[in-house]
């Protein structure tokens, strides 16, 4: 079972950059697909990128294309999500996720399929 931590959250103003990490231990880090997701309050949670478990594909959802870029390193069993023209309505807890996939099948642009998820870490972007 993987463990999963994320950091790099914080308050920025719109426009602004932030990169969120994601630490994994535990599991086999580069056999599993990878996403990130966020909830606002009194919001569902929406997955926003996810990636395959070489790195060679990804996934965005239509509110972050163009601005976030999900990334892996498999030697450092670290996710990245780098975060650019930050918004206010991208104030949310930012939460990392981890897909173990099914005889080699991912599906990481579906929410449910993630098996293990973090704890979040929260962003927050003034106007």
């Known amino acids: 079972q993987v463990q999963l931590v994320e950091s790099g959250g914080g308050s920025v103003q719109a426009g602004g950059s932030l990169t969120l990490h994601c630490a994994t231990s535990?599991?086999?880090?580069?056999?599993?697909?990878m996403g990130w997701a966020r909830q606002a309050p009194g919001k569902d949670r929406e997955l926003l990128a996810g990636i395959s478990y070489n790195g060679r594909s990804t996934y965005y959802a239509d509110s972050v294309k163009g601005r976030f870029t999900i990334s892996r390193d498999n030697a450092k069993k670290t996710v990245y999500l780098q975060m650019d023209s930050l918004k206010p309505e991208d104030t949310a807890v930012y939460y990392c996720?981890?897909?173990?996939?099914?005889?080699?099948?991912?599906?990481?642009?579906?929410?449910?399929?993630?098996?293990?998820w973090g704890r979040g870490t929260q962003v927050t972007v003034s106007s």
């Open positions: 535990g599991g086999t880090f580069q056999y599993y697909a």
């Open positions: 996720a981890a897909e173990q996939g099914n005889s080699g099948k991912y599906h990481y642009d579906s929410i449910y399929e993630y098996d293990y």
